[in-house]
């Protein structure tokens, strides 16, 4: 007698599931369109968050370029200027005049060689 007692309190409790397994159970096998809508919705959150993340990173390193395009474009009209004052030419013929000697070519000056 005692032995069925026994028997039928451990079929009664084998047949009562934990509640976590309730909780699994209901929400993922009876509500399973449910479920897929949050994880859906989960996930999507969780692009759109990366995507803004990249997105402020770009438009940071744009911002950066943009000033190091602005430096250089500094640094680029500064070499023009400095380029057209140096090729201007009668800056050159005073410096080939003074420094190096030189005269400018006439007719009377002028040679010509043959080969």
């Not at 005049?97 to 400018?104: F, N």
Request: net charge positive.
């Amino acid at each position: 007698m005692k032995s069925r007692k026994k028997r039928s309190q451990k079929k009664s409790e084998e047949k009562i599931p934990s509640l976590l397994t309730l909780i699994f159970i209901e929400i993922f096998y009876k509500n399973w369109l449910l479920t897929i809508l949050v994880i859906v919705v989960v996930f999507s959150s969780m692009q759109k968050a990366r995507t803004s993340h990249d997105a402020r990173r770009a438009i940071a390193k744009l911002q950066l370029l943009k000033e190091e395009n602005q430096q250089l474009q500094i640094e680029w009209q500064s070499l023009n200027l400095e380029m057209t004052a140096i090729s201007e030419s009668d800056r050159v013929t005073q410096l080939a005049t003074k420094e190096l000697g030189m005269v400018t070519v006439n007719s009377n000056n002028e040679k010509i060689i043959s080969l």
